[in-house]
């Protein structure tokens, strides 16, 4: 089995390639814009014809793994063409290139393709309502993929963080080591959760596909890949600076006050409600999904046993 992996050098990416699972379960092809991975392959989801369509003709993947994206949301408002082309019209033709050879995308999609007016986790088939352009564009890639024909799994995953790349995690480690207070957002819901976690998932569903054909009609299709339970943008500041100054990564916890959207103004509208619902996938996908507090505990201690990290590097 061969297996493309696009945006290798991305946040989730990256987990992807460390983890080391999808080249245990075949021949892995990691592919990136800049092409730096080691026997890495270049491609950019963006420019279908001058890159990655070749691409694809040269690997003849079996699964297609997307974990490139266009992912600065405040940005996309002035960039939603930008934004489009990349999560939306390529995943299109990712998809398009799948159904004419009998690959299966595995594809991650995001909250923000609901307009978090909720008040209960949203189940898969909830309507959706993006608030702005990010979440317009990655509801078109969806769609797109899903009028593709080609065979896939959608995994929309939420408050994505890891101990490398740029994420609201590293922001707080090293916000809190250089200042006395920080104003966090309260009014904001979801369920942090880590790429080590949307890696595992996102394996034990691959295996069942691959082993279990029966099970293939409820996996095909549209998922939430997300870490249990739920907290604000604030709890999990807080619960962050606990673990850290437990571990002896911050000499001190600084005072984390909460504020309101309204306080905290931005280009874009973020969803007060990414809570979603589980349940579904982990039934379909023969796993458990544990609580956020599992994946905050198993990235802390991740960095607090690397020699390298530092807090005013993150």
Do not use: C
């Not at 101990?163 to 200042?179: K, Q, S, V, W, Y």
């Amino acid at each position: 089995m061969k297996i493309l992996l696009l945006g290798a050098n991305g946040q989730l990416g990256r987990s992807f390639t460390e983890d080391g699972g999808l080249a245990a379960r075949g021949e892995l092809v990691p592919a990136s814009r800049d092409g730096v991975l080691w026997n890495g392959e270049h491609g950019e989801i963006g420019d279908l014809s001058a890159s990655l369509a070749p691409l694809l003709e040269r690997v003849r993947p079996d699964v297609i793994v997307n974990t490139a994206a266009y992912t600065a949301v405040d940005r996309a408002e002035q960039e939603e063409a930008l934004a489009t082309r990349i999560n939306g019209e390529a995943v299109g033709e990712l998809g398009a290139w799948a159904a004419a050879h009998g690959a299966v995308v595995l594809h991650y999609s995001t909250d923000y393709v609901f307009d978090g007016m909720a008040t209960t986790p949203y189940p898969v088939d909830a309507p959706t309502g993006p608030l702005g352009a990010y979440g317009r564009s990655k509801l078109a890639g969806e769609e797109a993929l899903r009028a593709s024909g080609a065979d896939h799994l959608i995994l929309r995953t939420a408050w994505v963080y890891a101990p490398h790349g740029h994420n609201f995690l590293r922001t707080m480690l090293r916000l809190g080591a250089e200042r006395e207070e920080l104003r966090v957002v309260a009014d904001q819901l979801g369920a942090p959760t880590s790429t080590a976690l949307i890696v595992r998932a996102s394996l034990a569903a691959l295996d069942r596909w691959i082993a279990e054909p029966r099970a293939r009609a409820s996996l095909h299709g549209t998922h939430h890949l997300v870490a249990g339970g739920h907290t604000s943008w604030h709890g999990f500041a807080s619960a962050i600076f606990e673990e850290a100054q437990a571990r002896g990564l911050l000499d001190r916890r600084p005072r984390v006050v909460p504020i309101t959207t309204a306080e905290y103004t931005t280009p874009a509208r973020r969803p007060a409600w990414s809570v979603l619902d589980n349940t579904a996938f982990e039934r379909q996908a023969g796993i458990r999904l544990p609580d956020w507090q599992t994946g905050l505990h198993e990235v802390m201690d991740q960095l607090a046993g690397n020699p390298l990290w530092s807090a005013t590097k993150s």
